[in-house]
Nanobody, 123 residues
C-alpha cells in the first residue's frame, strides 16, 4: 500500500512557475514509476508526465513538453513536478500516482493516487 500526498499548488500568474511535490509513504517508493495527471473542471483526468522507477526515463504529454520537468528523490520518497511558463489552460487539479510498472503513461496502469492539489493560473 502506498499513500501519496501532493503539495505546492496555488494561484500563479500566467508565465509564472510552480513546483509540486508528492510525498509517498512506505519503504518501496523506488519500486514504483511515478506519474502526474491533471483534471480541469468538467474534463477527464489527463496524463501530464511520468518518471520511471529508476529515474532513467521521463515522458511528457505534448501539451506540457518543454515547460515541465519531473524528478524524483528516492531517498526522500518524493516526486516533483516543476512547471514553468504556466498558461491559464494549465489550471486544474494535479494528481500524482504510483504504478508498479517500470514506466507508465496510461491512467489505468496506475495503482495508487493522491488527493490532488489545485493549480490556478490567472491571465
Amino acid at each position: 500500500q502506498v499513500q501519496l500526498v501532493e503539495s505546492g499548488g496555488g494561484l500563479v500568474q500566467a508565465g509564472g512557475s510552480l513546483r509540486l511535490s508528492c510525498a509517498a509513504s512506505g519503504r518501496t517508493f523506488s519500486t514504483y514509476a511515478m506519474g502526474w495527471f491533471r483534471q480541469a473542471p468538467g474534463k477527464e483526468r489527463m496524463f501530464v508526465g511520468t518518471i520511471s522507477l529508476s529515474s532513467g526515463g521521463t515522458y511528457y504529454a505534448d501539451s506540457v513538453k518543454g515547460r515541465v520537468t519531473i524528478s524524483r528523490d528516492n531517498t526522500k520518497n518524493t516526486v516533483y513536478l516543476q512547471m514553468n511558463s504556466l498558461k491559464p489552460e494549465d489550471t486544474a487539479v494535479y494528481y500524482c500516482a504510483a504504478s508498479r510498472m517500470i514506466v507508465a503513461t496510461i491512467r489505468d496502469h496506475y495503482d495508487y493516487w493522491g488527493q490532488g492539489t489545485q493549480v490556478t493560473v490567472s491571465s
